[in-house]
Nanobody, 126 residues
Framework: QVQLVESGGGLVQAGDSLRLSCAASGRTFSSVAMAWFRQATGKEREFVATISRWSGTSTDYTDSVKGRFTISRDNAKNTVYLQMNSLKPEDTAVYYC??????????????????WGQGTQVTVSS
């Protein structure tokens, strides 16, 4: 079993920055891809970013966050991060960390991930 615990959310103004963290436990963290998704009120959960296993040389982002968000991982700390800069009101959502059972490269679909955190709220005011 894998446990994922997100932290770092909060209420910020447009243009501010936040860094989300996701602490993982229960298995070999470095051997699987990791991802961030988000879900705004009344909308479906959507892909935000993913990072490949081991050194995380491969990353992917949804178009709306490219150039503003950066996903990274620290395998020594079993933690994945999402640095969010130039935040916009449309970034307001609950952000979830996700991990697949064994995939080394993550995809953009919810069904590709087997483990989820409880989520952390990010609210961006205009």
């Amino acid at each position: 079993q894998v446990q994922l615990v997100e932290s770092g959310g909060g209420l910020v103004q447009a243009g501010d920055s936040l860094r989300l963290s996701c602490a993982a436990s229960g298995r070999t963290f470095s051997s699987v891809a990791m991802a961030w998704f988000r879900q705004a009120t009344g909308k479906e959960r959507e892909f935000v970013a993913t990072i490949s296993r081991w050194s995380g040389t491969s990353t992917d982002y949804t178009d709306s966050v490219k150039g503003r968000f950066t996903i990274s991982r620290d395998n020594a700390k079993n933690t994945v991060y999402l640095q969010m800069n130039s935040l916009k009101p449309e970034d307001t959502a609950v952000y979830y960390c996700a991990a697949p059972f064994s995939r080394g490269v993550g995809g953009r679909n919810v069904w590709e991930y087997d483990y989820w955190g409880q989520g952390t709220q990010v609210t961006v005011s205009s």
